[in-house]
């Protein structure tokens, strides 16, 4: 009876008048409460009955009050919805609609309806659907969540769903662009040379179709080699403003999905009338360029429009066994690909020589690749080595964009440019902590530069372990793409530019268009504007979300009896913080959560420190980054696509010692610490 009582309602409000307040965001976790965590590192604990009123990730302002001797967090002010649109299964609770949100923090079923259009008989028990959060407690007082169902996805039961609901979650197009009845070439003014005599070669997949790029080689008697890098150009059939140019720049990239692509450009573009296809007259942008034997590249760069006809369609792995076998028995060239094959290997060889002296290499990483039915189900993962040929592409693509970068910044000083500054300037202190204890041999003002990184980067891989590797890539700098031109620490390059997949990359587009106008001597019909770089990081970052959470939906439903068959992986820690470690499961790719609990169920004697990158057991360092180690999975969450993974090796009770043991118990700790 004091619900509605007008007095009892103004004291309360004088009441919370007086007490302090707090803006933060909300932390849900999976028993009901949560904690407002604000952004000075305070955190307030927030009761169940008050998370009824909020979401996970929602950003407000809580009275802080006393309840039961502890500090309690009571949100009053909505200062930023964590969600409006989100996806969700349908559940029905007494005939009525419902949508419990695909994410791991938010549990609790939404009050729904359909939205204008949409039958409301067509939505049953555990469909998808895309829906937008239209009421918030916080805002509607004493009301609960609503949301507005305006679009179903696919079937509760749908074995394609990881592909649609994943690409409707990150709001990404989930079919090729619509085809044209014709396309016709532009008339941009190029005179192509007619290289279709030459015998330029392919080297891609088996089930490659978008073929972009045909090699060309020439190994000179003096150890020199003169290479034409020939790349697709379907620039010639799009004009900047076309109706099919906007929808590439929106797109921005190819779509790489296990098992699918979604191509950015319509497939009668990307895998016919450009595809570099064996015997087939193309036209392409061609470089060509000298590089010594030393792997030097020299200043004779030339870019072209060609007319070429590739000779030779040849695959990775084919490549790779001749070479690397001898092995004839699947594929066995001709004289002339032979010749072009030998050549090719031999640039490289001189190219990755050069690279791995002067500039950055990276370590050799497998391909994982899952094998569907032709249901949509896991058969298998493949684990597709880094082989001869893959390295032989590589070399010729780099070799290409290092050749454009110098092309675009001495002529426009503008392009699509890939950049990278090195250490993360707020962290370089930090950094530089790690490597005067691992006594690098290195000073601050030398990471600075450009060469000085790269020779850090070279340096790090001569070690033992990749633990340093990994505790200072936390203090770089992110990969950026930038429409002037910068060096590359990363790569220990002084400029790169992308030129060599237009089919798949509309920057490249771009960088086709600039180096068209570089032929002609004429005005570029598009340069990079301001939005380029921002737009071509949120569309790289969307699709690199996308690829990540089909895997991981993928490697649920594969790995799905490895718990009670206890099936033991190898490991490589990857990620440490306060809760436990994060392992990518060597044999196919799976990453999987460590919690500590699950490495020692004794929160007195584990600590787990991010900062260190390094997990103690009484004061003993057992793990960090780098390390690998056998585990099994013990538990599997399908709801969440979560794999939770223990190690094999146990840690027992510490037992009584002499206090000479003591002594070098506390010895290991300072270690430790140091």
Request: with cysteine; aromatic share 8%; hydrophobic share 35%.
């Amino acid at each position: 009876m004091f619900q509605d009582n007008p007095l009892l309602a103004q004291l309360k409000k004088q009441i919370q008048e007086t007490l302090p307040k707090k803006e933060g965001n909300i932390k849900a976790t999976d028993r009901g409460f949560g904690f407002l965590e604000t952004d000075n590192k305070e955190s307030f604990f927030v009761p169940p009955a008050y998370m009824k009123n909020v979401m996970h990730g929602d950003r407000v302002m809580a009275v802080i009050r006393t309840e039961k001797e502890r500090e309690v967090a009571e949100p009053q002010e909505l200062v930023e919805q964590s969600i409006t649109r989100f996806i969700g299964r349908v559940k029905l609770i007494r005939d009525r609609l419902h949508v419990v949100p695909d994410h791991p923090q938010l549990k609790e079923a939404i009050k729904a309806k359909a939205t204008k259009g949409l039958n409301p008989e067509s939505l049953k028990e555990g469909d998808w659907v895309v829906a937008y959060l239209t009421r918030h407690p916080l805002v509607d007082n004493n009301k609960t969540f609503f949301c507005d169902i305006k679009e179903k996805i696919t079937d509760s039961n749908d074995k394609i769903a990881p592909w649609w609901v994943t690409l409707a979650h990150h709001n990404l197009p989930n079919a090729e662009p619509a085809p044209q009845e014709s396309w016709n070439m532009l008339d941009e003014g190029l005179e192509r040379q007619d290289l279709t005599d030459l015998p330029f070669i392919t080297i891609d997949g088996e089930s490659t179709k978008d073929m972009d790029d045909a090699i060309y080689t020439v190994a000179n008697d003096d150890g020199s080699f003169d290479i034409t890098i020939a790349i697709a150009d379907p620039t010639s059939y799009i004009a900047v403003g076309d109706k099919m140019d906007d929808e590439a720049r929106e797109r921005g990239f190819t779509i790489y999905l296990p098992g699918r692509n979604i191509p950015m450009l319509p497939r009668e573009l990307s895998d016919e009338l450009c595809s570099l296809i064996e015997n087939e007259k193309r036209p392409a942008i061609c470089c060509r360029v000298t590089v010594d034997k030393d792997g030097v590249i020299q200043d004779n760069i030339e870019f072209f429009a060609a007319w070429i006809k590739s000779q030779g369609r040849l695959s990775y792995d084919n490549v790779s066994d001749f070479l690397e076998n001898s092995s004839t028995e699947n594929w066995a060239p001709n004289d002339i690909i032979e010749a072009q094959v030998r050549a090719l290997h031999a640039f490289a060889d001189a190219r990755s020589k050069w690279r791995k002296e002067n500039a950055v290499v990276f370590p050799d990483r497998p391909d994982y690749r899952f094998e569907l039915s032709e249901d949509n189900d896991v058969i298998a993962i493949h684990t597709d080595a880094r082989r001869t040929a893959n390295r032989m592409i590589e070399e010729a693509m780099i070799t290409a964009n290092i050749c454009a970068g110098r092309a675009l910044q001495e002529k426009f000083g503008t392009g699509v440019f890939n950049v990278h500054s090195g250490f993360n300037p707020e962290k370089l202190d930090t950094a530089m902590e790690f490597l005067t204890e691992a006594e690098a041999p290195f000073e601050k003002e030398q990471l600075l530069e450009l060469e000085g990184f790269s020779a850090l980067r070279r340096w790090l891989n001569t070690l033992e372990t990749t633990y340093l590797d990994n505790r200072l890539r936390k203090f770089q700098a992110y990969s950026e793409v930038a429409n002037t031109p910068a060096p590359h620490y990363a790569m220990g390059l002084d400029v790169y530019a992308t030129w060599t997949s237009p089919i798949r990359k509309y920057g490249d587009m771009i960088n086709h268009r600039l180096l068209k106008a570089l032929i002609t001597g004429n005005e570029p019909s598009q340069k990079p504007d301001d939005n380029v770089g921002d737009e071509i990081a949120l569309h790289r970052r969307h699709h690199r979300m996308a690829e990540r959470d089909v895997s991981d939906w993928l490697y649920v439903r594969l790995l799905k009896d490895a718990v009670k068959n206890a099936t033991i992986f190898n490991a490589e820690v990857f990620d440490i913080n306060r809760a436990g470690m994060r392992v990518r499961l060597l044999e196919n790719g799976a990453s999987a959560f460590i919690p500590s609990p699950l490495i020692l169920d004794n929160k007195e004697r584990i600590s787990c420190s991010g900062e260190l990158g390094i997990i103690t057991i009484d004061g003993i360092k057992e793990y960090q980054l780098g390390d690998t180690f056998d585990v099994t999975l013990a538990e599997i969450r399908s709801t969440t696509r979560q794999l939770i993974a223990k190690p094999v090796k146990q840690f027992p009770a510490p037992e009584a010692t002499e206090n000479t043991d003591a002594s070098a118990t506390e010895e290991n700790k300072e270690e430790v610490k140091a």
